[in-house]
């Protein structure tokens, strides 16, 4: 048998070739492949610290608008409490007007009806003088006895009750 050379071998040439290839192009595809890579890992840092600048934004924003809430609950609290002492308030003074309003009209109501009897008694004495004053007309004219003086009285007393409806009416 005959052995054929290295170089009669075509899978040798390959390699050959394949290790020629990456000795002479081998740096400026290297260089090439390192410079994407390099991009790369650039472009990703970039973004990476494009994304730690904007999440520390997003806490800072984050701690405002929590302390923007927390004060505007304080204040709404503050509201509500200075709304309920207002309402307690308003209450009292408008229980003490009722209060005192209501003593008022009883006191109105009381004085109407001491009026109205001292207006009843005072017609009840004019009306009683009145019909003294004719029945006393009538003994002095009359010069009467005992017996019609007292017919006289009870006739008077009689017509009392006429004399009180008449005032009442006028």
Do not use: N
């Amino acid at each position: 048998m005959h052995e054929a050379s290295f170089f009669a071998e075509p899978l040798h040439w390959v390699v050959i070739s394949f290790f020629l290839f990456f000795i002479i192009f081998g740096k400026k595809v290297w260089g090439a492949l390192a410079g994407m890579l390099d991009a790369r890992a650039a472009s990703v840092r970039a973004e990476m610290d494009e994304a730690a600048r904007l999440k520390s934004e997003a806490e800072a924003m984050l701690k405002e608008a929590e302390a923007t809430r927390a004060k505007a609950q304080a204040d709404a609290k503050v509201l509500i409490d200075g709304a309920a002492a207002e309402a307690a308030r308003v209450a009292e003074a408008t229980r003490t007007e009722a209060e005192a309003s209501a003593k008022r009209r009883e006191q109105m109501a009381l004085d109407r009806i001491a009026a109205a009897q001292k207006q009843a008694v005072d017609e009840i004495r004019t009306a009683a003088a009145e019909v003294a004053t004719i029945a006393a007309r009538q003994v002095i004219a009359e010069g009467l006895s005992a017996e019609s003086s007292a017919a006289l009285i009870d006739q008077a007393i009689a017509q009392l009750p006429a004399a009180l409806a008449t005032r009442r009416a006028a």
